[in-house]
């Protein structure tokens, strides 16, 4: 009886909220997705896209996703989703030129939405992504 409170106090609650988790976890998956563009960018000294949606992010070596670039892996294309309850802003195209310098013209700040929000932001000078 003690062993099934203490599951119901505990674990349940974590299993039925899993959107936090989700949350966290595709932040973390979207802020590696965005660093590899860069060191991919750099390491074949072409440009490198990340095409943001609300739903999804891929990698490009042109701005209207035409050419899918690969993934660590080598997958093609390479496209990381959403989990459900969990959505990107903004809709975007981030690109990094050859030398992985991001064409943005300030700090951006691309958001997770979920049960909280986690921001993911890229230096403008250097490409540099941190949270």
């Known amino acids: 009886m003690v062993i099934a409170g203490i599951l119901a106090a505990v674990a349940v609650p974590r299993m039925i909220g899993r959107t ?3 949350t ?4 973390d998956q979207l802020s590696a997705t965005v660093r590899f563009a860069q060191k ?3 390491a074949q000294r072409t440009d490198v ?6 739903g999804d992010a891929t990698l490009c070596y042109d ?13 093609k294309p390479y496209r990381v989703s959403t989990p ?3 959505a990107i802003a903004p809709a975007m195209v981030l690109g ?7 064409d943005i013209a300030a700090q951006l700040a691309i958001q997770v ?10 230096e403008q000078e250097t490409g540099y992504v941190h949270d």
């Not at 966290?24 to 932040?27: D, I, Q, S």
């Not at 701005?63 to 997958?75: D, S």
């Not at 939405?113 to 890229?122: A, E, K, M, P, Y």
């Open 40 to 42: 991919l960018a750099i």
């Open 24 to 27: 966290r976890g595709f932040a």
């Open 49 to 54: 896209y990340v095409r943001l949606t609300a």
């Open 96 to 102: 990094f030129s050859a030398g992985g310098v991001p």
């Open 63 to 75: 701005a209207a996703c035409a050419t899918p670039a690969p993934g660590p892996g080598g997958e």
């Open 84 to 86: 459900n309850g969990v």
């Open 113 to 122: 939405n979920g049960t909280g929000t986690h921001t993911i932001l890229v």
């Open 20 to 22: 936090s988790f989700d």
